[in-house]
């Protein structure tokens, strides 16, 4: 937190360097001697874990760039060189592909913890918003990282993808030739996202520091959603926070690595084998898992425009969350019934990921016909998504600001140390 | 401790579901025989006698319509490959991968003329293409493209156990089924054969047309081995091929995996043990 400083330059170095640049001080302070409550649990450790990601991400895929070819024509097989005659090729381009997925999982996680404990609420906000801005980037640069391999997915995905800005009334198709860079997605396309891919990673390790500034000026929330008022809420950043998220990353990493060593494709979609054929369509275009739940809802809505809307308005959601929910309570710890629906919240998120794989008009039974309803059958995924969309979208909507003025809520301990210390003496 | 650790793994457990959604989409056609192969599992490792006979019927059979463009005859030679030796740890000195390069012709250019030519291909030489182009493939092949197969077993859902199903597959039409001229009919070749059926719409049959005749059949290919040459044998010995020229590192990245999550087991295992050590004191 931006309090006191404790640091104490031993040596006639750190004291020369301690007058001139305070750096050491600024480490001391952030990743020594910062306090952080001391009842923060597993779910706390994904933080540190993300900047492991980020950090994974970027030498690997500097490491890709001094051997990637960035051309329509060279692509496919500058990948295919990297697999097979640059040396460690394969472990460095399964590592950044297989990479991208883990960032993605252990964001969610994130996320959705700070959802659960009212990571938002005043005085996170900013620290929320700079979060949302993180993850929309991470989202343009998987994106435009899964166009680079020249796959037929890519180049498809490529397509679908940029065409939704064609919806936009008057501008949508001047916006999809600039973005294209032509008439269709071609060379000029495949250049300006390698350019952009390259470059939006280290926008995201700056928006990084400022999330991780913002965090050290409001100081961490914790399960039990209540400010630490005492030195005994807290403990010092090293060693218990860091032996606890090094163990974490380290158990991360083999789930990362058993990925990238076992079923190194398992996340992947086969098409992407095959060069980029303009004149060949695959049979079924799917993004990427972790883009799968808004897919599901772009395709929940009959009108193209609205459907786009509807998928940028999920997004918008989470950037006015603070301002959605009316609960002075943080933690949903003692919040039974908000409990109750953020539960519901992530089943629809899984059921909408799930719906995006599918293709809309296929039954979720097999072989059962009911009735047409707006030009589907009840019993297909569409109508899934259509109502998963709408709890998703009730969830933020309405949920969170009624639920907040009308529920009942639990008991919220005094001080972090009251429960914690007590939860001992029982057990004692 | 455990019981948190379960949730985060159950939570990445079912984002991974999500993901699992398109790899069971298969355009109508029946689900690929599933076959074991030896490269399958954790330590897994191709059988370079398999791969041997694999390379054989590709290049007398496969071959004749099939490029493998990505592949290098150094490929063949190098670790892990059909004709590794550990005698020739650089693949370019390998005998057999010489041999092997000399009976193909590459087009160059003369260096003193600068006419175009052909000569006998070295080891560095990439596996030339059949075909001079895309519409010279096309024009021999009834209009179908044959696919390039250096990626072949990694570009399908179903990998090695798709090709051996196509390969092995080939059945009579059903009574009903109307088949192109050039077309043959396959069960586990994707496609929709709603348009030829004159049956009933609900019994449509699985499976597509796909332009290739039958290329496989009992005895077509000798085995230098011994193997008897059956079908099965060498659709499975073929597919086998193909996997290691999708996929050459295979061998290294699961040996490679191996140790990585012994470290890593390892690695976990002392810093939990420091976690409890630093936090003993302290209540949470």
């Known amino acids: 937190m931006s309090g006191h400083s404790t640091y104490q330059p031993k040596t006639g170095i750190e004291r020369w360097l301690d007058a001139r640049l305070p750096i050491i001080r600024l480490g001391y302070d952030s990743f020594v001697d910062y306090p952080t409550p001391r009842n923060l649990n597993y779910w706390w450790t994904f933080g540190g874990i993300l900047s492991l990601c980020l950090a994974s991400q970027l030498i690997t895929g500097i490491i890709l760039v001094m051997h990637y070819n960035p051309s329509a024509q060279g692509a496919f097989a500058s990948v295919e060189h990297i697999m097979r005659d640059v040396n460690y090729g394969w472990l460095i381009r399964y590592m950044h592909a297989n990479g991208a997925s883990m960032f993605f999982i252990a964001v969610y996680i994130h996320m959705l913890r700070g959802l659960y404990?009212?990571?938002?609420?005043?005085?996170?906000?900013?620290?929320?918003?700079?979060?949302?801005?993180?993850?929309?980037?991470?989202?343009?640069?998987?994106?435009?990282?899964?166009?680079?391999?020249?796959?037929?997915?890519?180049?498809?995905?490529?397509?679908?993808?940029?065409?939704?800005?064609?919806?936009?009334?008057?501008?949508?198709?001047?916006?999809?030739?600039?973005?294209?860079?032509?008439?269709?997605?071609?060379?000029?396309?495949?250049?300006?996202?390698?350019?952009?891919?390259?470059?939006?990673p280290f926008m995201i390790a700056g928006v990084v520091i400022l999330h991780i500034w913002a965090l050290h000026v409001v100081g961490q929330n914790n399960p039990t959603g209540v400010d630490p008022k005492s030195k005994a809420d807290t403990v010092a950043f090293t060693p218990y926070a860091t032996v606890k998220d090094g163990f974490a990353m380290s158990v991360f990493l083999i789930l990362f690595a058993f990925f990238v060593f076992y079923m190194p494709n398992a996340l992947g979609h086969a098409d992407n084998y095959i060069e980029a054929n303009p004149l060949v369509t695959p049979s079924h275009i799917v993004p990427e898992w972790y883009f799968l739940p808004f897919y599901a809802i772009l395709r929940a809505v009959p009108d193209k425009l609205m459907g786009v809307l509807a998928m940028f308005g999920a997004i918008a959601c989470m950037f006015a969350l603070p301002w959605l929910d009316t609960s002075k309570v943080r933690s949903m710890r003692y919040r039974p019934t908000a409990k109750i629906y953020f539960l519901f919240f992530l089943v629809a998120c899984i059921v909408l990921g799930f719906c995006g794989a599918k293709l809309p008009d296929d039954p979720v039974i097999p072989h059962l016909t009911t009735f047409q309803l707006g030009g589907s059958d009840l019993n297909s995924f569409v109508w899934l998504s259509r109502v998963a969309s709408l709890y998703y979208f009730a969830f933020f909507l309405v949920v969170l600001p009624v639920l907040g003025l009308v529920e009942k809520t639990l008991p919220v301990p005094d001080s972090i140390a009251s429960p914690a210390l007590s939860a001992d003496a029982h057990k004692g | 401790m455990l019981r948190k650790l379960s949730a985060i793994a159950a939570a990445a457990g079912l984002l991974v579901v999500g993901a699992a959604g398109p790899a069971l989409a298969s355009g109508g056609a029946l689900k690929a025989k599933e076959v074991h192969w030896s490269f399958e599992g954790p330590f897994g490792k191709f059988d370079q006698a398999q791969l041997q006979r694999g390379y054989k019927v590709y290049r007398e059979v496969c071959s004749a319509c099939h490029a493998m463009k990505l592949v290098a005859f150094r490929n063949l030679g190098d670790k892990g490959g059909p004709f590794y030796s550990e005698k020739?740890?650089?693949?370019?000195?390998?005998?057999?991968?010489?041999?092997?390069?000399?009976?193909?012709?590459?087009?160059?250019?003369?260096?003193?003329?600068?006419?175009?030519?052909?000569?006998?291909?070295?080891?560095?030489?990439?596996?030339?293409?059949?075909?001079?182009?895309?519409?010279?493939?096309?024009?021999?092949?009834?209009?179908?493209?044959?696919?390039?197969?250096?990626?072949?077993?990694?570009?399908?859902?179903?990998?090695?156990?798709?090709?051996?199903?196509?390969?092995?597959?080939?059945?009579?039409?059903?009574?009903?089924?109307?088949?192109?001229?050039?077309?043959?009919?396959?069960?586990?070749?994707?496609?929709?054969?709603?348009?030829?059926?004159?049956?009933?719409?609900?019994?449509?049959?699985?499976?597509?047309?796909?332009?290739?005749?039958?290329?496989?059949?009992?005895?077509?290919?000798?085995?230098?081995?011994?193997?008897?040459?059956?079908?099965?044998?060498?659709?499975?010995?073929?597919?086998?091929?193909?996997?290691?020229?999708?996929?050459?590192?295979?061998?290294?990245?699961?040996?490679?995996?191996?140790?990585?999550?012994?470290?890593?087991?390892?690695?976990s295992g002392l810093l939990y043990a420091s976690y409890k050590t630093v936090w003993r004191n302290e209540s949470h």
């Open chain 1, 117 to 200: 404990y009212g990571s938002y609420k005043a005085p996170r906000e900013v620290l929320w918003l700079l979060g949302c801005v993180i993850y929309l980037l991470m989202m343009a640069t998987a994106f435009m990282g899964y166009v680079l391999p020249w796959g037929q997915m890519s180049f498809h995905g490529a397509v679908v993808i940029t065409n939704l800005f064609g919806a936009l009334p008057l501008v949508g198709e001047s916006i999809t030739t600039w973005l294209w860079g032509g008439f269709a997605v071609d060379n000029p396309t495949l250049n300006r996202f390698f350019s952009l891919h390259y470059l939006l």
């Open chain 2, 88 to 267: 020739y740890p650089n693949s370019n000195d390998n005998p057999w991968v010489k041999a092997i390069a000399k009976d193909y012709e590459v087009a160059d250019i003369d260096g003193e003329t600068g006419d175009a030519i052909k000569r006998p291909a070295t080891s560095a030489d990439h596996f030339p293409a059949p075909f001079a182009n895309e519409a010279a493939a096309r024009a021999s092949n009834g209009g179908a493209l044959p696919p390039d197969m250096s990626l072949l077993a990694k570009a399908r859902e179903e990998g090695p156990n798709h090709i051996y199903s196509v390969v092995t597959g080939y059945v009579d039409p059903p009574k009903g089924l109307k088949v192109p001229t050039g077309g043959h009919y396959n069960p586990y070749f994707p496609g929709d054969l709603t348009s030829a059926w004159s049956g009933s719409h609900e019994h449509v049959p699985p499976g597509g047309f796909i332009a290739m005749a039958p290329p496989l059949k009992a005895g077509l290919v000798t085995f230098d081995d011994g193997t008897k040459s059956t079908l099965d044998q060498q659709a499975k010995d073929v597919s086998a091929f193909l996997m290691w020229a999708a996929e050459p590192k295979l061998e290294e990245r699961k040996q490679t995996g191996f140790a990585v999550l012994i470290y890593l087991v390892l690695l």
